[in-house]
């Protein structure tokens, strides 16, 4: 089945440093969406983009619709211990139609020394 | 307002056995989605009903079945588990009136195989 490429797997950073994480694809979406999993939890959402080139923050954090609509990023500033989970971006709407349907990315697990 | 909830957190099972996932919602969704998780594979999708009456196969459905009770409620059952099908089971539900709905999802069930 199709997911999606994210990068990096994992990254392990000291406390106030800053974070970037990005996702590939080779489909187009419509939507692009970034998950935060705490541990034990399931995913919650984060950030939704609906516009090709879009740029939204939601506090510390910020992502991007990658203009050619096939990728996306994410970054955290200023990271705390409170960011340590894993983070997923995920794809919907491709050209091939599946509106309700959501692709994601395999995860960055994201771990923070204080 | 619960969200999203699934029985049971945890179960153990041998090969051949049978067990039925259950999830509810009591956000009025019109859709509703099972998926897995396994290591480094991100979520990945079983099935989907995008409406009450309906359901739709998803990237991984051999072995798995479902049924939409109601607008409430969507069960994934596993008539003879597998090993293999030892994972993290998430539900998740979205209004789905309009594309940028997003996908809530419940707490997990982790599936054990013997």
């Known amino acids: 089945g199709q997911q999606l490429n994210q990068s990096p797997q994992s990254m392990f950073i000291q406390e106030g440093e800053d974070v970037s994480m990005n996702c590939t694809s080779s489909?187009?979406?419509?939507?692009w969406l970034w998950y935060k999993q705490d541990p034990g939890e399931g995913p919650v959402l984060l950030i939704a983009?609906?516009?090709?080139?879009e740029l939204t923050s939601n506090g510390r954090l910020t992502a991007q619709f990658g203009i050619t609509r096939k990728d996306s990023f994410l970054n955290i500033s200023a990271s705390i211990p409170s960011d340590v989970g894993i983070y997923f971006c995920?794809?919907?709407?491709?050209?091939?139609?599946?509106?309700?349907?959501?692709?994601f990315g395999t995860g960055t697990l994201l771990a923070v020394q204080p | 307002n619960a969200g999203v909830t699934q029985t049971p957190k945890f179960q153990v099972l041998k090969t051949g056995q049978s067990m039925t996932l259950q999830c509810a919602q009591d956000?009025?969704?019109?859709?509703m989605y099972w998926y897995r998780q396994d290591p480094g594979m991100g979520l990945r999708l079983i099935y989907y009903?995008?409406?009450?009456?309906?359901?739709d196969k998803g990237e991984v459905p051999n072995g798995y079945n479902v049924s939409r009770l109601n607008k409430r409620e969507f069960s994934l059952r596993l008539e003879s588990a597998a090993p293999s099908q030892t994972s993290v089971y998430f539900c998740?539900?979205?209004?789905?009136?309009?594309?940028?709905?997003?996908?809530?999802f419940g707490p997990g069930t982790r599936l054990t195989v013997l």
């Open positions: 995920a794809g919907q709407g491709s050209v091939s139609g599946a509106t309700n349907k959501l692709i």
């Open positions: 489909s187009i979406f419509n939507t």
């Open positions: 956000m009025n969704h019109n859709s």
């Open positions: 983009l609906y516009k090709a080139g």
């Open positions: 009903s995008a409406s009450e009456g309906t359901t």
């Open positions: 998740a539900s979205r209004a789905g009136r309009v594309f940028y709905n997003e996908q809530f």
